[in-house]
């Protein structure tokens, strides 16, 4: 049976969930409002083994769903962004994951502002706080950002420095980040493109399995 929280994110952040066989393109206003970040996501997908839905901004949906029957597939994902839009925007596919019990590992680091100095732009983004290992020196080495898309589902960001990889950071990032966004009564989900086999690992060593579900979209460059 389907977590409750993450059944309810998927349906408050796609518009539905779930649907019958095969793909569903379902119109929501969140497609034409700022994300997160500020800024738009006009196209986002999860596929579970039984449905997929697209959400797409409400004007678009007609133009999305005759665009699903002209090109099925793999066809699709490339001319998705004109058709909701954004032909400047750039698109993603890759694995879509989440956890109800993060693998027991010792915390990491410590939650910070994002406006502390030493920080990466990307951790910069978040409005709240963000996760940060710094070595003794106080110098940055990996950090994790929570993107929280709605009250039930909270999208974990990792990144590690390229002199601290090998060291299991980011890992341990991810699994203590995952027990606050339970502890705040959402599902932590990670999503990663099919082919960073680094990323996936870190999955699977954090505690979020693949389930055989997948996701794609169309995002601001």
Same mark, same amino acid.
Do not use: N
């Given at each position: 049976m389907l977590d409750r929280r993450l059944f309810l994110h998927l349906a408050t952040w796609l518009g539905q969930w779930p649907a019958g066989p095969g793909l569903h393109v379902v119109r929501s206003h969140r497609r034409a409002r700022p994300a997160w970040d500020g800024r738009l996501r006009p196209a986002v997908a999860v596929a579970s083994p039984e449905c997929a839905i697209l959400s797409v901004p409400p004007d678009r949906a007609g133009v %999305?769903?005759?665009? %699903?029957? $002209? #090109?099925? +597939?793999? #066809?699709?994902?490339?001319?998705?962004?004109? &058709?909701?839009g954004t032909p400047d925007f750039i698109? /993603?596919? +890759?694995?879509? #994951?989440?956890?109800?019990a993060p693998a027991p590992l010792p915390d990491a680091g410590e939650w910070v502002a994002p406006t502390t100095p030493g920080l990466p732009p990307w951790l910069r983004l978040f409005e709240r706080d963000v996760l940060v290992v710094r070595d003794a020196d106080g110098a940055y080495l990996a950090g994790a950002g929570i993107k929280r898309h709605d009250a039930y589902g /909270? $999208?974990? &960001?990792?990144g590690t420095a390229p002199a601290a990889r090998g060291r299991g950071l980011a890992r341990r990032l991810v699994a203590q980040a995952a027990r606050r966004v339970l502890d705040e009564g959402a599902i932590p989900t990670y999503l990663h493109n099919h082919d960073n086999r680094a990323s996936a690992r870190v999955a699977e060593a954090a505690g979020f399995p693949d389930r055989g579900w997948t996701s794609y979209g169309v995002f601001p460059r």
């Open positions: %999305v769903r005759d665009l %699903v029957r $002209e #090109r099925p +597939g793999e #066809r699709l994902l490339p001319a998705l962004p004109s &058709a909701v698109t /993603h596919a +890759g694995l879509f #994951r989440w956890s109800t /909270h $999208e974990l &960001a990792v």
